[in-house]
Nanobody, 120 residues
Framework: QVQLVESGGGLVQAGGSLRLSCAAS????????MGWYRQAPGKQRELVASITDGGATNYADSVKGRFTISRDNDKNTVNLQMNSPKPEDTAVYYC??????????????WGQGTQVTVSS
């Protein structure tokens, strides 16, 4: 089992900045990927950004150049720096963790979600 605790959501003005953090605890295998997904009202949950334990990153096209994902492997934390957010970034943001065991990706764990609201 893996527990994920998110922090840092809230209200931010468009063009400002906001930082989300997520701490993982429990059975956190060293080979893993952590990331952030979001879900806006009436829409499907979508990937925002992910990062592997080796530092490989993946971003949604809509956030490239504005958001930066980073992690601390020693602390099992992942951060999402949101610069120049737009009203369309408003959503509930979820932290995600997946372990890679024997070359196979295990089921994902999810945080409870943190609301991010971007005002225009």
């Amino acid at each position: 089992q893996v527990q994920l605790v998110e922090s840092g959501g809230g209200l931010v003005q468009a063009g400002g900045s906001l930082r989300l953090s997520c701490a993982a605890s429990g059975s956190t295998f060293s080979r893993n990927a952590m990331g952030w997904y979001r879900q806006a009202p009436g829409k499907q949950r979508e990937l925002v950004a992910s990062i592997t334990d080796g530092g490989a990153t993946n971003y949604a096209d809509s956030v490239k150049g504005r958001f930066t994902i980073s992690r601390d492997n020693d602390k099992n934390t992942v951060n999402l720096q949101m610069n120049s957010p737009k009203p369309e970034d408003t959503a509930v943001y979820y932290c995600n963790f997946r372990a890679r065991i024997g070359g196979v990706w295990a089921d994902a764990y999810w945080g409870q979600g943190t609301q991010v609201t971007v005002s225009s």
